[in-house]
């Protein structure tokens, strides 16, 4: 029993800390630009596809990562000078449109670049896995959560300590009076757009050796990305983070307990349900409208 | 004004007069009904995103239960298909009455994700129960029959459809022009503004947005017995994303605009067949060409061009 609920646990942990990412991601750009970037899945994939394909080519591991996170990253700014700084101010279902015009040509090129296949990446320290109170966990669970963890310390010292971070916070606030005092609020966006993108790659990197991955899975890896977001107040850090453990989590949960064929219907399930009785997240603020 | 307005419904009843007549073959016969049952669902979908101002991602779920119902009851059950096709459309109007009130409370994004989650849902439902709807293969659409006259023949199906698109766009336009779509439009520029001068806001978007739905709905049911078979792809993500995005090409709150973004996005995947592996990237630049270049969409952009509204 106990075996049995902490070996759920630890996968939901493990694809949580890649949602984690992702809603980190869809939060950067949103608190920046107002904008759900419906691509952030597409950079999820984008990581795992270039992981896998640069170590192919015979790139030492370390090379081979850096250059599956610098790519995306330079893919998020081009997105972001080439489609979303023209149409500034644009209604919202325009700028939807406009992601997914992004992430259907990102995932269209790896398509014809890369082929349809299924990858799978080595795991980055063996796969030995370790015994815990009966429950296996991989060795790159490990690094999931290692790397993840370090990520959101790295991301709460950016923020509230450095003073670029905090220029990004007050971006997010109120764009004109950041303008007011200085702050140059297109490195802003484009310092979103990039951290976001090298986030979600990141998520698909470290998680492409248990889950392996394809030129498609960027879309619900996005998608479920976008309810740890809303699950966690949309804008709110750490709310994007604990979103994306609890989708996790109750993903493996309902697929081990209720039923594995509707996995992947459980994050929408949830997200109704929050959405129904707290309209803006688990941890969203309250809102004041300006007639 | 007036007049105006119906002169454009006079030409497309016109062009739809005329169209079978011309058409070359039954290719393009097909192609043409498609746009039409397409511009049908846009009609109703822009409704609810242009007029109203209020997002849907999860459209194609509701064409999905209008289609599975018109193939699950008369296949399993024996249901008459216009039978199965009313108890698909009364369905789906529950559904989205029941979910309508809570999700809008929510605006903007969180409004997208909840119908987007509603749609995704649907579709993950219609995937699974593989004993009634054949799961991830689809299955297929027995024949429609009206009073015993079988609709069988893409001639026949065209006069159908082209019937359902004029009295769409006869209603549309009618509709726009009553108190209900003065509402609509009034709560699209301040909600605040509409509930101070006595509207109820959120009845008024609870009854667009199961309006919409349920047109959607019927469209599914008509668009399976047509096509004579569903699948899961029909009610999925990337459809709904289709349906917002000819909304949003030809132009949002504009009649017109719903008829030619159907048309030129049902025309599209049949042009980029030529580009063999590379559609999804063409058809993606293509978006987000579209998005930059022409945010308000073709015909309200154009219209402003050429000096005369619509």
């Known amino acids: 029993m106990l075996a049995q609920f902490l ?82 101010g644009a209604e919202t279902v325009t700028l939807i449109i406009i992601t997914i015009g992004a992430s259907l040509v990102i995932r269209g090129l790896i398509q014809v670049w890369l082929g349809k296949n299924t990858f799978s990446l080595a795991p980055f320290s063996g796969d030995e ?65 990039a951290m976001s993108a090298a986030l979600g790659a990141l998520g698909g990197i470290l998680v492409t050796p248990i ?19 809303v699950v966690g107040g949309l804008g709110n850090g750490l709310g994007a983070v604990l979103g994306g453990l609890l989708v996790g989590i109750l993903e493996a949960m309902g697929a081990g307990y209720i039923s594995s064929s509707y996995k992947d219907a459980i994050p929408f399930v949830l997200i109704l349900f929050i959405l129904f009785f707290m309209p803006r997240g688990l941890f969203g603020g309250k809102s004041t409208d300006r007639v | 004004m007036k007049k105006n307005v119906y002169f454009g419904l006079y030409l497309v009843v016109a062009l739809l007069a005329v169209l079978p007549f011309v058409v070359p073959n039954s290719f393009y016969l097909d192609l043409v009904i498609r746009m039409a049952i397409n511009a049908v669902i846009v009609l109703g979908l822009n409704l609810l995103i242009g007029f109203a101002g209020q997002i849907s991602l999860g459209h194609a779920g509701f064409l999905g239960i209008g289609a599975y119902a018109s193939a699950v009851l008369p296949t399993h059950f024996g249901w008459h298909p216009l039978l199965a096709m009313g108890a698909g459309a009364a369905a789906t109007g529950i559904l989205a009455a029941l979910v309508a009130r809570p999700i809008f409370k929510l605006k903007g994004h969180y409004l997208a994700m909840a119908t987007l989650g509603l749609g995704i849902i649907i579709n993950i439902a219609l995937r699974n129960e593989a004993q009634w709807t054949g799961g991830p293969d689809g299955m297929p659409v027995p024949a429609m029959g ?14 159908v459809v082209a019937l359902l698109l004029s009295v769409s766009v006869w209603a549309s336009l009618n509709l726009i022009d009553s108190p209900f779509g003065r509402a609509l439009r009034a709560l699209h520029g301040s909600e605040v503004a509409s509930q101070v001068v006595g509207v109820d806001v959120v009845r008024y978007k609870v009854a667009i947005f199961v309006l919409s739905a349920v047109f959607a709905s019927l469209m599914g049911s008509v668009t399976a017995h047509y096509v004579g078979f569903v699948s899961p792809n029909f009610a999925d993500f990337f459809h709904s994303i289709e349906l917002v995005t000819m909304v949003v090409i030809g132009g949002m709150a504009s009649v017109y605009g719903s008829l030619v973004g159907a048309v030129l996005l049902t025309a599209l995947p049949q042009a980029l067949a030529t580009f063999e592996g590379w559609e999804t990237v063409v058809f993606g630049a293509i978006l987000m060409g579209c998005m930059i270049f022409l945010p308000k969409g073709l015909v309200p952009t154009l219209a402003a061009k050429f000096g005369k509204g619509e």
């Open chain 1, 211 to 229: 889950t392996l991955t394809s030129y498609d899975v960027g879309i619900m890896l996005g998608l479920k990305g976008f309810v740890a977001a």
């Open chain 2, 146 to 159: 009206l009073f015993g006259f079988e609709l069988s023949n893409d001639k026949q199906w065209y006069w």
């Open chain 1, 7 to 88: 070996q759920f646990l630890f996968s939901g942990i493990t694809v949580g800390a890649t949602y984690a990412l992702a809603a980190l991601g869809f939060t950067l750009i949103y608190n920046a630009s107002n904008v759900i970037n419906f691509a952030q899945g597409e950079f999820i994939m984008l990581g795992g596809m270039l992981a896998v394909y640069f170590t192919q080519a015979g790139l030492p591991l370390p090379v081979a990562l850096m250059l599956a996170i610098l790519i995306p990253a330079i893919v998020g700014v081009l997105v972001e000078k080439l489609a979303i700084e023209p149409v500034k």
């Open chain 1, 129 to 193: 896995p370790i015994q815990i109170l009966g429950a296996t966990l991989l060795p790159q669970s490990l690094w999931v959560l290692g790397v993840t963890a370090v990520v959101v310390v790295a991301l709460w010292y950016f923020f509230n300590r450095t003073l670029q971070g905090k220029a990004m916070l007050a971006t997010s606030y109120n764009r004109l009076a950041a303008e007011l005092v200085g702050i140059n609020t297109s490195w802003v966006l484009f310092m979103s757009f």
